[in-house]
């Protein structure tokens, strides 16, 4: 089964980078499709970034896109995202989420699709 948990959050400044982890503890990560959503004080769930089980297609959200890659590594039960020039409406709680049964190349839109979901790591980007 999927078990997994995110690393790599914490404060960075404006401008700056960082590179959040989820990680499979069960290893079965490769057979699902994740992505990343964040989730700011007072403000909806949003989707950042997605990935087919495979790794062939992403999707990035419009207020990411440019600046946040998505990625992983199966052999290591990994999804990273990286970020870059991060700014100040970014700060959010991050969380990774894995949807179960999906097409190689496919990844999903909606949240309430996925099955699996970590526990969150905190992002702040000061100004």
């Known amino acids: 089964q999927v078990q997994l948990g995110e690393s790599g959050g914490g404060l960075v400044q404006a401008g700056g980078s960082l590179t959040l982890s989820c990680t499979d503890s069960g290893r079965t990560i490769s057979s699902y499709a994740v992505g990343w959503f964040r989730q700011a004080p007072g403000k909806e769930r949003e989707l950042c970034a997605a990935?087919?089980?495979?790794?062939?297609?992403?999707y990035f959200a419009d207020s990411v896109k440019g600046r946040f890659t998505i990625s992983r590594d199966n052999a290591k039960s990994t999804v990273y995202l990286q970020m870059n020039s991060l700014k100040p409406e970014d700060t959010a709680v991050y969380y990774c989420a894995a949807k179960y049964q999906v097409y190689a190349t496919s990844y999903s839109l909606n949240s309430r699709s996925y099955d699996y979901w970590g526990q969150g790591t905190q992002v702040t980007v000061s100004s």
């Open positions: 990935i087919s089980r495979s790794g062939a297609r992403t």
